[in-house]
């Protein structure tokens, strides 16, 4: 009997041990774990060869700032509205575990609010509070355990905040609301704008932000920042795209305010910059900073436009931003996509950007339908973008960059050795 016991007890204690040595981590993106990782095994999705102009433009590394990443394929953040209060969980730990295991370079967090009624949803991320650093630094050493850095984008949706999930919806129906309710835990009355203009009918009406809740907000995104930082994360980015706070105020059709930050085109810009002014003092100038942007509202000339993005690059430049991330559209209801959508349909947002006078000074990352292992390559090949997003391609295939490999002729990238008997 006190022998059962005593094992029991040596076996637990045993177990703590191991356990502890497992998830005892460094937030430096090349730390490995003691075991089961050995740091003799190559990083997943690096190539052996020291001469990286005879690699694939895929497979070449891309250095920013002091970051670099070992090939030119990363994650697009994606929403997957399973969070409680803000707090991630095991959810999130597999999901973005997965791509870091794929070979990725780069991956990162999805929308993570910075204020609890900027989150999309109830069921979003957040990095509001202390206490939701916990598990977020967990996630963000098994990334780095991988060899691959990892990203967050910090965001407040505005208009667009206390929504239904979308598998909670149904697509096209707007008989229905479309937002939650106090009773079933939203918060219909609490949501803001640059003004109060629903983005649908069966939105909420949002109210108009007053210059002491946009000083506040302010101040809650610089404390997410270093928060972010302290969680170890690599690369930051700013959400100002797809018709969240941020795009609401860049918009003419989104934005009436008769102050500051409303009418001409510098006061619409003001806060973004402001806000990227602000982070860039705070975020390590050794980390890289990316902005998310829509760089076509998909209204015509009534909306933010191309030419309004290619006007706003030089003060983004100016103000130490690394990479634009081109998206576009999701501020209106009444976008005129140009169905039907093409593989690629964004990426002439980053070629004109990068064919502007100042695409040698900046980095772009276009994202949208990017699908195949040659598509990706040609955009880095022919210098269309730096960095090549991709999103529901990763759902679909979380080891896209082993099969981009193998697609590419490429026969010497590194798997995981776990994984090595399946090559």
């Known amino acids: 009997m006190m022998k059962d016991k005593f094992l029991h007890q040596l ?8 356990a502890k040595l497992v998830f005892v981590m460094t937030s430096s993106t090349n730390s490995v774990l003691p075991w089961p990782y050995t740091d003799k095994c190559p990083s997943v999705g690096t190539l052996p060869q020291t001469d990286s ?67 999309i949803s ?11 650093m916990e598990m977020t630094k ?24 206390s929504m239904k999930a979308p598998f909670h919806q149904t697509p096209g129906d707007r008989s229905q609301p479309a937002y939650v309710t106090k009773e ?5 009355d609490d949501v803001m704008a640059p003004s109060p203009l629903p983005f649908a009918e069966n939105y909420c009406v949002p109210k108009e932000m007053s210059l002491e809740q946009i000083e506040q907000f302010k101040q809650d995104f610089i404390k997410s920042v270093k928060r972010s930082d302290k969680c ?52 390590p100038l050794t980390k890289p900073l990316s902005v998310r942007l829509s760089c076509d509202e998909w209204v015509g000339s009534e909306g933010w436009t191309m030419d309004d993005t290619l006007r706003l690059i030089p003060q983004l430049i100016e103000l130490g931003v690394d ?36 695409g040698i000074k900046i980095m772009t990352a276009p994202v949208g339908l990017i699908v195949e292992a040659k598509q990706a390559n040609d955009i880095v090949e022919q210098k269309y973008g730096d960095l090549v997003l991709m999103a529901r391609e990763y759902l679909r295939d979380p080891h896209f960059p082993l099969k981009a490999a193998k697609e590419l002729g490429v026969k010497e990238l590194a798997w995981p050795p776990q994984y090595q008997r399946a090559k």
């Not at 076996?11 to 191991?18: A, L, P, Q, R």
């Not at 999130?92 to 070979?103: E, I, K, M, P």
């Not at 109830?122 to 939701?132: H, K, T």
């Not at 009436?256 to 860039?280: A, P």
């Open 53 to 119: 102009s005879t690699l694939p433009a895929l497979f070449r590394p891309l250095k920013i700032r002091s970051l670099t990443l070992k090939n030119r394929l990363a994650v697009s953040p994606m929403c997957m509205y399973s969070s409680q209060n803000g707090f991630l969980n095991d959810w999130h730990l597999v999901h973005l575990g997965q791509f870091a295991v794929g070979g990725a370079a780069l991956v990162i967090q999805e929308a993570t609010a910075v204020q609890p009624n900027g989150r």
């Open 323 to 358: 990479i634009v991330d081109t998206s576009s559209g999701g501020n209106s209801s009444s976008q005129q996509l140009p169905l039907p959508l093409k593989p690629g349909y964004q990426v002439s947002f980053s070629e004109a950007i990068k064919k502007s006078e100042y």
């Open 11 to 18: 076996h637990s204690v045993t177990n703590v041990k191991i």
């Open 138 to 161: 967990r996630i963000v050493q098994f990334i780095h355990s991988q060899n691959c850095a990892a990203g967050i984008q910090l965001a407040h949706a505005g208009r667009k905040a």
């Open 184 to 188: 079933e835990g939203g918060w219909p």
């Open 232 to 283: 170890g994360f690599d690369f930051l980015e700013i959400h100002a795209a797809h018709g969240y706070l941020l795009t609401e105020f860049l918009s003419p059709t989104s934005n009436k305010r008769k102050d500051q930050y409303g009418g001409t085109f510098e006061n619409r810009v003001r806060l973004l910059l402001e806000l990227i002014s602000l982070v860039r003092q705070t975020w």
């Open 122 to 132: 109830p069921y979003d991320a957040g990095l509001w509070m202390d206490e939701q």
